[in-house]
């Protein structure tokens, strides 16, 4: 039952984390994760966001909708296969990846609770 409450408290912890990140940056973690995948400036392929971001196709798809309406990222039909959707950053995503490094949420307090919440 321990175990349970402190997973509670880990998840609790990185939802207020998430909530503290879409305030200050306007979009949320996956959606960044999403940025961040792109931020090398080299096409991806769908398949390849998922991998990077660990979320199953129909919920990378769903991120890749809201990123495409904010005009974050352009879709392009893949040269080789047709099939095969292509995806990279507009000047619009480069920008929020420039405005994500400005704000310096510091990764280091959460995973300093975390360690406190286990050691409990």
């Known amino acids: 039952m321990e175990s349970i409450c402190r997973l509670k408290d880990i998840y609790k912890a990185l939802y207020d984390y998430e909530k503290r990140f879409a305030e200050e940056t306007g979009i949320t ?66 920008k929020k990846i420039r405005e994500m490094r400005k704000h310096d949420i510091d990764i280091h307090s959460l995973l300093a609770q975390w360690a406190s919440i286990v050691k409990e």
């Not at 392009?76 to 296969?81: C, F, L, P």
């Open 29 to 94: 973690i996956n959606e960044g994760a999403l940025l961040c995948c792109l931020k090398d400036d080299k096409p991806k392929s769908a398949n390849e966001l998922c991998d990077f971001i660990g979320l199953s196709g129909s919920r990378v798809s769903r991120i890749i909708h809201t990123m495409e309406e904010k005009n974050f990222i352009l879709r392009e039909i893949g040269t080789s296969d047709k099939r095969q959707m292509i995806f990279t950053l507009t000047d619009t995503g480069r």
